[in-house]
């Protein structure tokens, strides 16, 4: 058992520190190494093969709504940069700049893009010339590289990998409807793939992405009561349109700007599941996006018959669909259990020369440690059961966590008390002024996260300032 | 007739000037676009749906061997590429450098990689400790940077897209092993998905990857008689492990160096597939790679029930498995043919009125032109019969160009007067001394492409100096 143990002990509780526990599990579960570049990381293949799943799902609810893919360089000219100044303002501190090319220094610098509004007009300006061109509903895979102080694996790194939709319309109606759509897309991916709550709705002007008419969010909660923000929609009218000279004829024959909207969703999300679903045994994986989602694990392996048994119930499983594994290395049972709940793979079957005389297996689920003895005659079946009820648990294990620590503040004093006090969201009324945001921010150290769609009527003025508030906002500390 | 003509008409003859058609192609046909960044291009979803299935399948066929994907930063600290001088010494002249993060000048620079042999032997350097660890079979999605002069679409850009596997191994022969397995990889798929037919060999020390102990090769024959490379692999025996400190402690718990390889295939094979099948109505796509394999073309399709047959069609050819659609705008028939062989769709299915009385359609294939009249009981089957042929037609067709376009000099003489007049390969013997292969560049304007595994004896001399020789070359004008 000490080894097993060891394992285990080597992770941080999260009760004690949440941060240094989220920095165990990242690397005792092998989702990526340090590198020598600072700020930036290795995604090592369990980490990647997650990503490799949301890519694979976000990729089919994407183009279900009529979105191809495309690529763009990863160079933007300074020039070009520079014609959205609000973007540039937004973006300026943070960029990466090329200054030499091969042997040369280059005439102009180029930055890595942070973003590609810019690429993506400049493209649009050629490609779209009637009614007839639009829509263009493109998105890109990529990495981008934004060059922060202080990062994080997968929450903030100077280069991440990414997603992101840029389309261009005909009327101002439609961009509004996809921004929506896509917005919705990314609340029901992390629903129903990753078991993860959002809260849906719009940005604060403060808070919304440079250069956009409105900026739509979608909110989750982690373990620890922070809030992450967890992909966005922006909404940009006509106001790239205008600074790019993206212009088409419409039906009435009539030249017109174009309206846009972009929307992105990034490997942080790796993160979110983690804090939201981990454990003190380390990371547990929703089956929806677990790369593994069966550990078969002989016991007394060395007994006859029991690894082919394991084969055999591995191969069942993988032909009813299931993604399964068999771990026939020379470790102890224990040590197996063990590294397979480090891994978050959802669910164990333990198969040992008493099982097989019963034929049966005992089927052990990653969240709640229950136990499950089930036939052998039906593993596959009861296999892809638990899975589900599993996936479903854990949703609604994340949305009690979640709804446990929102709380409702009428007054300033209650919202004193809980930002104080009470890790989680805290939903107020506001007036709408930036001033008493920006005051909130400073005396309480949270931001507002979004106004949600769901409006709640909680009092009849502004929880910092007193006047007269009809806006309902989720208020928290993020990451 | 007047604008199907047009259509057609925009595209040079490919025996006028090959590299006109070339670029007429790629641009009509909606594969690129071209940017404000000089020498990168936008990658438009005609020409990225056909880079995603060469993605789906050969990361398919990677998996099949035991590959995992990973992703490494896109950035390398100087002083990481410095250590393998020879691969600096390679890539020195055609490196972009970031020099400024953010508001403030770096330290040190970065360059942005133009391939991660160094950040992956600095990453296994930390992963590998034990025999245990080994082998790494990892791979990476990703894009590179070259900072070329010249630049055309696909075949040579400052960005492209490719995959990078690097590997690991506890020792040489497995390590070689690996080196020659993903050649075989490359070269099956390129033969059954691409139907283009490769010559597998190695390089010569010249042509060699800088930094490797041996690099191998698939080339392929372009229409006009030039070479591509296309996909190579590299074995690196220890020497990047002994630069950069890659040992593990072997089963005899003595300390060794690890060995390497590395293997890449990139975007330029879609360059390669529009100039291998293309013809004067546009590309010419293989069925196992189209993203859309079928276009159904209603004929006269205002006429009661037209397009409702014309959307039953594309159903069933859909549900069957086929990658279908439908034309339905409101251009004319004729126009909807040239659009769809100037797009290179393997067959189009025409279906008008007095089909249906007949219960009937017409397939027509793209590379042939032949018409098939189907039953429409039988559509889907038929379909799918015609596209297999049609994939195996085409490399036949590919094979027999090629093989055709390959010569045989045994004498200086002969060797002149091919490389002189008759594009193509060239096989000849050589002695093995790199003055002859400079000289022969010199003089021919050919370079060595491989030195194939299935050898010939053509003469017992070199072509060029006439010394002894017993190595057998392929030779040509390579893009």
Redesign the interface.
């Known amino acids: 058992m000490a080894k097993e143990k060891k394992l285990v002990e080597q992770i941080t509780s999260m009760d004690v520190d949440f941060a240094q526990w989220y920095t165990d599990v990242v690397k005792k579960a092998e989702l990526i ?1 340090y ?3 600072k700020g ?6 369990a980490g ?2 997650i ?2 799943n949301i890519q694979k799902e976000l990729d089919r609810r994407f183009k279900e709504t009529g979105v ?10 300074e020039s ?1 940069l520079k014609k959205e100044s609000e973007l540039v303002e937004g973006f ?12 040369e220094p280059l005439q102009e ?2 930055c ?1 893009r942070p973003t590609s509004e810019t ?1 993506f007009s ?2 649009y300006k ?2 779209v010339h009637s009614y007839r061109d639009l829509p263009k509903v ?1 998105n890109q895979w ?2 981008v ?1 934004r ?1 922060e102080k202080t990062t994080r694996p997968f929450l903030r790194s ?2 991440f ?1 990414w997603q992101e939709g840029h389309t261009v319309h005909a009327t101002a109606e439609e961009a509004q409807e996809r921004t929506e759509q896509m917005l919705n897309v990314y609340a029901d991916f992390c629903e129903e793939t990753l078991a993860i709550p959002v809260v849906r709705g719009r940005k604060t002007d403060k808070e919304k992405f440079a250069g956009a008419v409105a900026t739509y969010t979608i909110e989750s909660l982690m373990h620890d009561g922070q809030a992450l923000q967890s992909g966005t929609s922006h909404n940009f009218g006509d106001k790239f349109a205008q600074a790019y000279d993206i212009q088409f004829t419409d039906k009435d024959n009539t030249l017109k700007y174009a309206y846009q909207t972009s929307w992105g969703m990034t490997t942080r999300m790796i993160g979110a599941i983690i804090m939201v679903h981990g454990d003190d045994s380390g990371l547990v994986l929703p089956p929806n996006i677990a790369p593994v989602q069966v550990m078969v694990i002989p016991i007394q392996q060395k007994k006859e018959g029991v690894l082919d048994k394991a084969a055999e119930i591995r191969n069942t499983l993988a032909a009813a669909g299931l993604r399964a594994r068999m771990d026939d290395s020379d470790k102890s049972p224990g040590w197996k259990f063990a590294d397979q709940e480090m891994r978050g793979i959802p669910i164990r079957v333990e198969i040992g020369p008493k099982d097989m005389e019963q034929n049966q297996a005992v089927i052990v689920r990653r969240d709640t440690r229950e136990k499950i003895t089930v036939s052998l005659d039906e593993i596959a079946q009861k296999a892809a059961e638990i899975l589900q009820t599993e996936q479903k648990d854990m949703f609604e294990r994340a949305k009690a966590h979640r709804d446990s620590h929102t709380y409702t503040a009428a007054t300033k004093e209650e919202f004193a008390d809980i930002t104080a006090n009470k890790p989680g969201f805290v939903k107020a009324m506001w007036c709408g002024d930036r001033a008493c945001e920006d005051a909130i921010k400073e005396s309480y150290g949270v931001t507002s996260r979004c106004i949600p769609f769901a409006q709640e009527h909680i009092a009849d003025t502004c929880v910092f300032c007193g006047k007269k508030a009809d806006k309902m906002v989720y208020w928290g500390k993020a990451y």
Chains 1, 2 share one sequence.
């Open positions: 190494d590198t020598s570049v930036c990381m290795v995604i090592k293949p990647y093969a990503w490799e191809e893919n495309v690529y763009l360089p990863m160079f933007i000219p070009l300026a501190p943070e960029v990466a700049w090329v200054t030499q090319g091969g042997l610098r180029l890595v690429l400049d493209f050629n490609d493109y990529c990495s590289v060059w100077r280069e990998l």
